[in-house]
Structures are given as C-alpha cells and as structure tokens.
C-alpha cells in the first residue's frame, strides 16, 4: 500500500506531540542524570579538600601528641597479637590436615 505524501503529513502531524514528548523526556532524563553526576563530583571534591584542610591537620596533631602512648601500646599488644596470628595459623593447617586434605597431602608426597 503506496501512501499518498498528504497521508504521510497526516500520520507525521498525528505523532509530533508524542515524538516531542519522548524526545523531551529523554533530553531531561538527561540532562538530570549529568546533574545529579556533577552534584556528586563537586560535592566530592569539596569534601576531600574540606577533609584535607580542616580535619586531618588536627588528627595529625592528636596522632603525634599520642605518639609515644601509641607506640608503648604496639610494644603491649605486639605478643598478644603474635600469638593470636600463630594459634590461628595452627588452627587452620590442623584443618587442612583432617580428613580428605590430608590424604590429599600425603598423595600428592608420596605419588
């Protein structure tokens, strides 16, 4: 069926407002996504300086005015810590060693 060009008009004129509708949702979808992109960015930039500037200089202040309490804290904890990382590595290797892993181990030794 050859439409005439004054039927195309017709159907061209019937579909301009909602052709011009989508197009205007898409545009202000848009445009409301780079927005909400550039609020983000700002707003993170802004934050980071406001942190660098303001905030870290007086926790640098805290940490250095700490500094030896901190470090006598390291040398307290350091054993704890030591021994807390050693029973957890042998808890982990005697479960690596039961059952089907051990077999494994052994398997792959002696094959």
């Known amino acids: 069926m050859k439409l005439s060009t004054e039927q195309i008009n017709s159907l061209l004129d019937e579909a301009k407002p909602a052709l011009l509708d989508s197009l205007k949702n898409d545009i202000l979808s848009s445009v409301s996504w ?31 005015s700490s500094k030896e309490s ?3 804290l390291g040398v307290e904890f350091a054993p704890n810590m030591v021994k807390a990382i050693s029973e957890s590595m042998t808890d982990k290797m005697k479960e690596n060693l039961d059952g089907y892993n051990r077999s494994k181990i052994f398997k792959a030794l002696f094959d």
């Open 34 to 64: 780079q927005l909400n992109d550039a609020v983000k960015n700002i707003l993170r930039d802004e934050i980071t300086k406001w942190m660098s500037e303001e905030i870290m200089p007086e926790i640098m202040k805290e940490l250095i």
């Open 70 to 72: 901190l470090i006598s």
